[in-house]
């Protein structure tokens, strides 16, 4: 079955550092972006960052651009999200998420099919 497991969140003070990951297994990634949102209490889930698999290419939102960096690791179906200078409004519940490369946009959410079950991300100022 398709699964994807995050870890790596917890909490930290502004301006530190967390390494996020998520395991795949049960698919192939070779066809797939891998995404990271997240969704604060009371807010609606947004884009952070997105990888295609395939050619390595890497998205981000402007919220964490120049502090977050997405990458992979092939051999283990993992992909990472290395979260520097963090700040308070960063805190959310970051999902792990895999969609098929041709289905529509990088930085929405519905055209991801799988997700997993969210790891807590804490900043305190």
């Known amino acids: 079955q398709v699964q994807l497991v995050e870890s790596g969140g917890g909490l930290v003070q502004a301006g530190g550092s967390l390494r996020l990951s998520c395991a795949a297994s049960g698919f192939t990634l070779t066809y797939y972006r891998m995404g990271w949102f997240r969704q604060a209490p009371g807010k609606e889930r947004e884009f952070v960052s997105t990888l295609t698999w395939s050619l390595g290419h890497t998205y981000y939102a402007d919220s964490v651009k120049g502090r977050f960096t997405i990458s992979r690791d092939n051999a283990k179906n993992t992909v990472y999200l290395q979260m520097d200078s963090l700040k308070v409004e960063d805190t959310a519940v970051y999902y792990c998420?895999?969609?098929?490369?041709?289905?529509?946009?990088?930085?929405?959410?519905?055209?991801?099919?799988?997700w997993g079950q969210g790891t807590q991300v804490s900043v305190s100022s």
């Open positions: 998420a895999a969609g098929r490369v041709d289905r529509g946009s990088l930085y929405a959410p519905e055209p991801y099919a799988y």
